[in-house]
């Protein structure tokens, strides 16, 4: 089992910044790689960026350029710097980890970006 815990959300205005947190624990060496997916109203839930073990990384082409997904290893944590911040950025944050046996998400983390 892998548990996975993000901070960082909150109200933003258009243009500025946001930093979200994914600390994962438990069986964390079984997984291969670490994303963000955002939901916004009823949609589906959909990938924004992901990290893989080597370090390997794959970014939404809208948020390509504006947000950058890194990691700390030692501390068994992922990041999601948000840059550029627009209204169509407005979403549930939530992370993913996954192994070869499992999905794993945390329990979201909201973002509002304020026009």
């Known amino acids: 089992q892998v548990q996975l815990v993000e901070s960082g959300g909150g109200l933003v205005q258009a243009g500025g910044s946001l930093r979200l947190s994914c600390a994962a624990s438990?069986?964390?060496?079984?997984?291969?790689?670490m994303g963000w997916y955002r939901q916004a109203g009823g949609n589906q839930r959909i990938l924004v960026a992901s990290i893989t073990r080597g370090g390997s990384t794959n970014y939404a082409t809208s948020v390509k350029g504006r947000f950058t997904i890194s990691r700390d290893s030692a501390k068994n944590t992922v990041f999601l710097q948000m840059n550029s911040l627009n209204a169509d950025d407005t979403a549930v944050y939530y992370c993913?980890?996954?192994?070869?046996?499992?999905?794993?998400w945390g329990q979201g983390t909201q973002v509002t970006v304020s026009s």
């Open positions: 993913n980890a996954r192994n070869i046996y499992d999905n794993y």
């Open positions: 438990g069986n964390i060496f079984s997984i291969n790689t």
